[in-house]
């Protein structure tokens, strides 16, 4: 198995349970950039605002986990890719209201570009509206 492949999973089992830059960073460049097309995040630019982002999402959704489905390294281009789906459900504070008790399952991509064996970028493709209306947050 390649460094940068073994060097994603962890990032994303870190970053995918809530533990935040601390634990993330070691995995990344420390100013490595984030992008989506994504009203929810848009304003996220640093994979560190986003693995805090990812930490704070599991307050209003206390059991979220994900299902991952493919784990892919294109070693050419250097970069991995991992599609997964987002289970949870709101019983936690947080959120645009109270608690909703409904559950949301959102596919999500996250393409991680590498450079000397560090994510130096990442992007998350993920239809956030559909999760919102699923949580009842639109």
Aim: contains cysteine; aromatic residues 12%; proline residues 4%.
């Amino acid at each position: 198995m390649s460094e940068i492949i073994e060097h994603a999973k962890q990032f994303f089992e870190a970053c995918e349970t809530g533990k935040g830059w601390e634990v993330c960073k070691i995995y990344c460049h420390p100013d490595a950039t984030f992008s989506a097309q994504a009203n929810a995040i848009a304003d996220i630019d640093t994979l560190d605002a986003y693995t805090e982002w990812m930490k704070n999402l599991l307050t209003p959704i206390p059991d979220g986990h994900y299902e991952l489905k493919s784990f892919s390294e294109d070693s050419e281009r250097q970069c991995v890719t991992a599609f997964a789906v987002f289970h949870g459900t709101q019983t936690g504070p947080g959120g645009p209201g109270e608690p909703t008790g409904k559950t949301i399952a959102a596919d999500y991509v996250y393409a991680m570009q590498f450079e000397s064996g560090l994510i130096k970028h990442m992007t998350k493709i993920w239809h956030d509206s559909i999760s919102l209306e699923q949580l009842g947050w639109l």
